[in-house]
């Protein structure tokens, strides 16, 4: 078989040749510009989080969680200090990179960065929500309709669960703490849950919220922080693959996806369980603010 030598290539091959060289850093350039271009404030950082399935940018919102925003920021950079006991040192490392979309839950959520999956644990300290519930409505929402059916935002499933979620708060806050105190306090009982709203209900759970900020709901691109309760937020975060407002108070808004949620949606093309190692689990290779 003949051997081809660049002479004897046609000037249509060269052609192809440089319009692939030129347009493979454009088309990776227009990435940016599209998610610079789709950012709500330019003054807010840009990520740029690189998956093993692709990138995706993300703009902080600073103004509506600036301490929350500020960590994060911090540990993608290796700007907060962490002390290994094993090693008798301390580290600064870019806290993200390497780890894994250990939770995936398809046309749900993906989540990275739990503290659980890294040698180093979690930051200290926790830090506070960054939530205003008034702004998200929660005020004005009841927990029960006047039927007295329960408000589908809650996402109560059975009986028992709402007993959990509702009434054990409820009878704590009006110092109900034996069986024998439910019948006095019948009335007073039904009085409150026809009052209670939800984000009363949040407050009985511990949950507090500030008024001063601006908050937004989760909805299909937020990037929201993950956490075993109220004012427990770490390095965890999650990114939303559908509106879910059944968390909206509950979860510190840090974030929305501005360009690659494509990306974010193959991730989660394959469920996770966290419990157990997955070697399909997609990788996050790094997280750098780019502007």
């Given at each position: ?52 399935q692709g990138a995706i ?14 960590r ?35 046309g749900?959520v993906?989540q990275?960065g739990?503290p659980?999956?890294?040698p ?5 300290p ?47 806050e ?22 209670l ?47 879910a ?11 929305r996806?501005?360009?690659g949620m ?20 997609s ?9």
């Amino acid at each position: 078989m003949p051997r081809f030598s660049p002479t004897d290539r046609s000037a249509g091959f060269w052609f192809a040749l440089v319009l692939l060289l030129t347009l493979s850093p454009r088309s990776s350039y227009a990435d940016l510009t599209t998610a610079r271009q789709a950012m709500e404030d330019q003054a807010n950082p840009l990520m740029l989080m690189t998956t093993s399935q692709g990138a995706i940018y993300m703009e902080l919102l600073a103004n509506e969680a600036p301490d929350n925003v500020a960590r994060f920021i911090e540990l993608a950079e290796g700007q907060v200090e962490f002390f290994d006991e094993v090693a008798n040192a301390t580290f600064t490392p870019r806290y993200y990179d390497g780890m894994r979309f250990h939770r995936v839950l398809p046309g749900f959520v993906i989540q990275g960065g739990s503290p659980s999956y890294h040698p180093l644990g979690a930051p200290e300290p926790m830090l506070a929500d960054e939530i205003n519930a008034t702004a998200l409505g929660l005020d004005r929402l009841p927990v029960l309709s006047e039927d007295g059916s329960i408000n589908p935002m809650l996402n109560v499933g059975n009986q028992e669960e709402f007993a959990r979620r509702v009434l054990v708060p409820l009878y704590r806050e009006l110092g109900i703490e034996t069986v024998s105190e439910l019948d006095p306090a019948e009335d007073d009982i039904v009085t409150n849950l026809r009052g209670l709203t939800v984000m009363r209900l949040y407050e009985y759970e511990g949950y507090s919220y500030r008024s001063e900020l601006q908050t937004r709901g989760i909805s299909r691109g937020t990037v929201a922080l993950a956490n075993d309760g109220p004012n427990r937020n770490g390095p965890e975060f999650f990114i939303a693959l559908r509106n879910a407002d059944w968390l909206n108070g509950r979860h510190t808004v840090i974030g929305r996806v501005v360009e690659g949620m494509d990306i974010a949606d193959r991730i989660s093309g394959v469920a996770i369980d966290p419990t157990a190692f997955n070697p399909q689990s997609s990788i996050i290779y790094s997280i750098r603010r780019i502007n």
